[in-house]
C-alpha cells in the first residue's frame, strides 16, 4: 500500500503507478476524500524492490505481506512443526527441557551436571565450548577439549548436545557432536553462518538479537530454512530496554505472537534474561504457563566457583525440584515434558 | 559512592570530602591504585541532596540506599503485606482475580457483565467511568452515570468497586462508589493527585507508567505512602520497547523483582499490555505463574460493540472457563483466588 | 486500511464491510492474489470508532489518516507557525533562547541570572516555582514566593517568563506572571491540565514525555488546541532508551521529523536530556543546527550551590560566549535569535 | 564496590572478603549505618572474574573500572588520536567527509558518483560490494566485481575507498582495494571477525550495534586493538527506540559522551539512521555541530534508480552545495573537512 501525500499532484501519483507496474506488479488506485492510496499487487519480491519511500508525494508505505515464506506459519496452515531430535520430538504438546553448564569447564563439571539433570528427566543437554564474550580478556570457553566433554556426557547420558557455534571454521569438529547447533543473540543476523547451517542440515537453536523484532528474528530464521534445513527453533532470550533493575527484559509476549506467526517451535531462556539465580524459577514457570515449546536453563553443581555466568546458574542439587515445578507449569499449558520414556511410554 | 576521576587531583579530592560533610554525612575515603572512590555515609535526604555529578574531579555517582523508604521491603522486614477489601485479602497466597468492562457504557452492560464475572468467583470488579485517552476526540466515559451504574453493580453482587480517577476535582463521587482507586499509567507521576489520594485514605492501584523504571514507580507510591495511606498496590501494564509486532511488552521479569523490592501486592494487567483478546490467557496464565498477586483484565458480553478497547476484552461468555484455567495457574505459584467464600472457608 | 487473513472467510470480509459502512464509510474492497484489503473512507473520527483489530478474519489495521488536526501541518498547508510572546517572535526564521535558572532559589539568584541572561540577548527569561520531582522527599520549590521572584525579573529585565505549571489549582497565581505556561514531560497527558490551558487562552510550552511518540506528543497538543487556544510550543527534552552512559537520549531526529508533521515551533531542552554542564553546548549547538527553533537551558551563577539539578546547569558567566556559539549553529540553519531589539531592527 | 544487603549477615560478609582476596585483590570493608560496603582493589581482570552478583548477602555490585583499556582515553592522558588515511587526516580538528554509493551497482554509477563527490571535495569515497541484508531474498551486492569497481574509482580520483566486510573468507580481496574496512552494525559483536581485523592492520570502521551501549561498543573495538590494530574509527548510525515516526534514532548525545571516554575519531552516519533523504541534511549539521570527528552519507546519481536504499541516498547534483553546509557546521565545532588539499596547504 502506498499511501500519497494530501498534496500530491496528478503527476505525482501516475509517476508511481508507472514505477508499480514497470516493475510487474498491479496499481490498483483508491482515490479517498481527503488523499490517494495505491495498491501493489503481486509478487513479493519484486514489490519489495520498489523502493519508493521518499519519492515525490509518498507519504509512506503500508507493508502488507510478509517478507518471510518459509518461517511463516501460513505454509504450514497453522500446524505447528514438530522436530525430533535423539528420538525425543519439539513442538506441539512436547515441552523441551534443556539444561546443562553455561561453559563446559571441566570432565567433573560436566558429567556430573549431566548425570543430575538426566536422573530429573530433561530433554537435551546443554553446555558451552566455544563462548562470545562482550570483553576480549575474559574466558572464552574450552574449545574442542570442552567438546570432547559433551561428546562423553553424550555417551553417559544419552542426552543429545546442544553446544553454540561462533566461527563458521569451527563447524566441522562443532557437528561431530552437535545435535543441535546453538546460534546466539549477537550472531541473530550473521548470515553467512546462518547460510552454512542451513547447509549443514544439523537442528539449530537461533536466539533473538538484544533488539531484534520478531520480524527480523524470522527472517534471520529464512536464511537457514531457504537452504533446506527445516529444522529450527526459535529461542526468546530477553530484549533491551530502559529497565535497569535487571539485566534484560524477557519478551514473554513474544511467545504466543510467535506461535501465530511461525510453525517453529519457540524455546525460552529464562537464565541469560535474568542474570539472577532467584529470579529463574519465577521466570521459567511463566514461559511454562505462557504456552513455550520449551525452556533453556543452566545448571552447576557449584555456581559460586563457576567461572562464567556463576550467579545465573540453578544449583543443581536443586535442579530435580525446579523441573517438577516446570512440567506443572507447562500442563497448565497443555505440555508435557519430553524425554524418551515420554515417547515409549506414548507408543 | 562518589568515584573520582583518575586524573582528580587532591583539592578536587578535599573539596568533595568537605561538601559531603557539610552537608552532615561522614565521608569515607577509599585510595585505589587507579582512582580514588569516597563513600558518603548518612542521613538519605541529606545525601540525596548533595548534587555532585559534574563537580570538578568527579567521575560519577553510585547510589546504594534507594530513595524510597515505606514502599521498600525492609520496612516489613522482607513480610508481604496482605490487604483487605471488602473482606477479600489480596497479596501473600492470596490472588486477586479482578475484571470487568472497559468502560461503563449502559446498565445493561454493567449489571450483566458485573453478575457474569461474580458467578465465576472474581475478587473485585472494574469499570472505567472517566476514562483517558489519546485522542481528544474519543469517548472519555460516562462519568458521573457511569459511578452509578458501578453502585448499582456493587448492590447486586456484593463486589468491591475498582475505578480509575483522572481528575482530583471528581474525587469526591469516586470516593462514594470506589472501593480501590485505579491511577492510570498516564498519571502515575501526577504527583497532587497521588498527594490527595494518600490523603483521602481509600486503597490504591497505582499503574505504572509506560517507560517508568520499578525505582520510579515505586517513588510514586511512597508520595502515597508517605500521607499514611498503606493500603496500594502496584501495577504491571505493558512497557513501551521497541518491539512493533504487539502493543506494549508485558513486563512479567518486574513482578518477582518488585516482590523482592517491596512489601506491596503486585498485579499485572495483560488486556491493556497486550491489546488483543488472544494474548490475554496466555499472558494471564504467565502473570499467575510468574508470582503476580493478581490481576485486572477486561470483559465484555459483546466485545465487537464495546465503545472502546473491544479487541482486547474477553467475551463474558468464555469467562468461567478462562478464570479456571487461571486458578490452575496461580496454585503453581501457591496462590489462591480470593473470594468472600474463600474467606468464609478458611475462616 | 483493513488488511484481512489470507484464510479469511468470505463471510467475515462482509462482516468487516458492513462494520465499516454501518459506520457511516465507504469501504473499498481490493482483491489481492494472496489476501483483500479493504479501505474504509470517511470521517476521521467515526471510522477511528471501528475498532475492528481482532475481528473475525482481520489480520491488522493500517491507520492511514492521521488522528490530530489543529496541529497538522496541512490545516496551513506547510507554513509555520510564528508566535509573537511579549513582542517577540518565535517560528520561522525566528529562534528562541530561552534560559534561566532550574528553580527560583532566592531573590539574588532569580534577578542576577536575569540580568545575565538579558545582557547576552536571550528571547525568554525561565525559572521554576512549581517543580516535579521524582521522590516526595525532595525540594518542590518555593511556589507562589517563586513567582513573585519571577514578575521581579520580569520588570528589571523585561523578558517574558516561562515558568511551569503542574496543578491545575495553581492556575491563577501562574496566570497572573507566566508568559508561557510550561508543561513537563510527566504532564503530557495529564488531560485536565491541558483543557485548561486550552481554555487560559496562554501560550504553552509542551514538553513530550520520556516515552511519548511525536503521535501521542501531537495528540497531548491537540487537547489545548481544540479549546482554542493555537499558541503551543512542542519541545523534545530526550527521550528514555537502553544507553546508560548518560541521562536521556536527545531525539533530534524528532526535530524535522516534526516540522514536517506540525506548524507548530518545536523547542529542544538539552540541559534535562543530558544531566551533565559538559554536553550542554554541544547538544545546543546540534539542536540549532538540525533546525530547531529554539533552545531552552537552565543557568545559575554558582551551579555547584544549586538547590536542585545543578550539575546540568550552565555556569552564568560562561552564558554570553554560549549564547554567541549557539547564534552561529542556528545561522547555518537559517534562523537568527529572537529579541526585542532583532524585531526594532527588522521594523 | 560490593553492596552487602541490610540483613547480610558478618559470615556473609566475611565470605565475600574471602573471595575478593582470593582473587589476588585487597578487600575494604565499610562499615556504614545501615548496611556495608566491600571495595575490591586490584587487577581489574582478577576482580572482573569475581562473579559476586547474587551471592549469599550480597545486593548488587558497582562496577566502577571500566572494561577496556587500550581505547580509553585515559590511555592517552585525554589527547585524541589523529588517523591519517592516504594522507587525510580524521580526528583532532580534522572532519572526514566519507561519501559514495549504498551499493556499487554499476560501472557509470560508481565512477559517476566518484567524481561528483571528488568535486565536492570529500575525505573517503565509500561504496559496498558486500550488503548484509534483513531479508535473505533482497540484492546482497556485487562482490568481487563491485570491488574492482571501487579499485577503479581509485585510480581515477586518488580518493581511499571505505568499503564493508562481511565474512571472514572474504579478507584477502577487501584487503587488495579497501583503505579503510567497515563492519556494519549487525556485525560489531562478531568477535573473530573483528580478531582477524586486529591482525590485518587495515583502519576499521566500527559501527555501533543497533542496541549496543557505549560500553559495548568500546568493548568491540577493544578486540582490535588488542591485536595491535590502532587504527579504528567508532560509528554512531542510529539507535533502535520505541519511536515509530522514523526508522532509528540517531544518537547525537553519544559523540560527546564517547569523545570524553575515549581517543578513537567518531564518525555519525546520518542515513542509515533516518532513511529518507530529507533528514540527511539536518542530521548532517547536527552531527558536524555536536563535534563528531567526520560524517559518512550515501550519494547516487538517481536515487529512484537505485537498487538498494534510494530513499536514504543524496542526489549526486546536489551534493557540493550540501558538502558546503556541512563545512560550515563543523566550522561552529573548530573542525574542517579534511582534504589532501587541505593537507597540502596546511604544509
Redesign the interface.
Known sequence: ?I?MK??ATEEEIQAVIE?VEGAGARA?R?N????T?I?A??D??HV??L?????PGVEKL?P??K??KLASS?IR??EPSVLEIGGRKIGGDNFALIAGPCTVESREQTLGTAATVAAAGVTLFRGGAYK????????HGLGQEGLRLLAEAKRETGLPIVTEL????DLEPVLEVADVIQIGA??M????LLTELGRAGRPVLLKR???A????LL?AS??IL?EGNEAVMLCERG????????R??????????LK??THLPIIVDPSH???????VQ??S???????ADGIIVEVHPN??E???????QLVAAEFAAYAE?VA??AA??GKTISTLAAEATAA
Chains 1, 2, 3, 4 share one sequence.
Not at 479517498?32 to 488523499?35: K, N, S, Y
Not at 561462533?166 to 571454521?169: G, H, P, Q
Not at 534474561?273 to 529470579?279: F, H, K, Q
Not at 563457576?306 to 545465573?312: E, L, R, S
Open positions: 500500500m499511501v494530501q498534496d514505477r490498483h483508491i479517498g476524500e481527503e488523499l492510496v495498491g499487487l503481486g513479493r519480491e519489495q524492490k523502493e519508493l519511500e521518499g519519492s503500508l502488507i505481506q517478507p518471510y501460513q496452515h497453522g562470545p564474550r562482550t570483553s576480549p580478556y575474559a574466558f561462533m566461527d563458521v571454521r549477537r550472531n543476523q550473521n548470515y553467512t538479537g538484544l533488539s523484532t520478531l520480524e527480523e527472517n529464512e536464511y531457504k530484549i533491551r530496554t530502559f529497565e535497569t533493575a535487571y534484560f527484559t524477557l519478551d514473554l509476549t513474544a511467545v504466543p505472537v501465530e506467526l534474561a535474568a542474570g539472577r539465580r532467584d529470579l519465577p521466570l514457570l511463566a514461559a511454562a504457563a505462557v504456552g555456581p559460586d563457576a567461572i562464567c555466568d556463576g550467579p545465573q515445578k506443572q507449569a497448565v499449558a
